[in-house]
């Protein structure tokens, strides 16, 4: 299996702009996770799905940020508009016990 | 969920054991304790994950006191590949996992 796939790896953009992150969990998870890490905050789990379905999204921090699993095969993230502080790495996680699989994350700087 | 406090970092060299304890006062009945490795530019990797006692792979080992208000992560004979930032974090099974700040572990020649 080639892990979790995360698209695009890096992305620059400006302020006002929409961005949307892709994720591509491993085959036969049922659990999708979404988080985002920064020197400040550190990892921060922001929604999780399970079976497609938002399970918990109290870590969005607001309205500006949108998740969507229309499959069990794709999830995507999007933020609009983004805003220079939204500038961080955001991975992708899934798992089907208690390990969670990680992407390689996407490196997002909002300009 | 529960709190957990580790040291921000350690230092070590080539071929030592390094313990890295994990504060975990509050840890309810149904909790157990998980140890995530990242690497700089990677997402975290599961290590290990325990309840109580002792718990072995071939990466690490796991203590757990029998009050289970700690937890002791074990890397035998590190190398250099080793240095990385290790989180604890303890949670039932609703998949909430709480990343604290980790231990910066730099392992040196």
Known sequence: DAGVIQSPRHEVTEMGQEVTLRCKPI??????????????????????????????????PED???????????????????????????FCASSLLDEQFFGPGTRLTVL | LAKTTQPISMDSYEGQEVNITCSHNNIATNDYITWYQQFPSQGPRFII????????????????????????????????????????????????????????VTVRA
């Open chain 2, 49 to 104: 994950q325990g309840y109580k006692t002792k718990v072995t792979n071939e990466v690490a080992s796991l203590f757990i006191p029998a009050d289970r208000k700690s937890s002791t992560l074990s890397l035998p004979r590190v190398s250099l590949s080793d240095t990385a930032v290790y989180y604890c974090l303890v949670g039932s099974n609703d998949y909430k996992l709480s990343f604290g700040a980790g231990t910066t």
């Open chain 1, 64 to 90: 500006r940020f949108s998740a969507k699993m229309p499959n069990a095969s794709f999830s995507t993230l999007k933020i609009q508009p983004s805003e220079p502080r939204d500038s961080a790495v955001y």
């Open chain 1, 27 to 60: 085959s036969g998870h049922d659990y999708l996770f979404w988080y985002r890490q920064t020197m400040m905050r550190g990892l921060e789990l922001l929604i999780y799905f399970n079976n497609n379905v938002p399970i918990d999204d109290s870590g969005m």
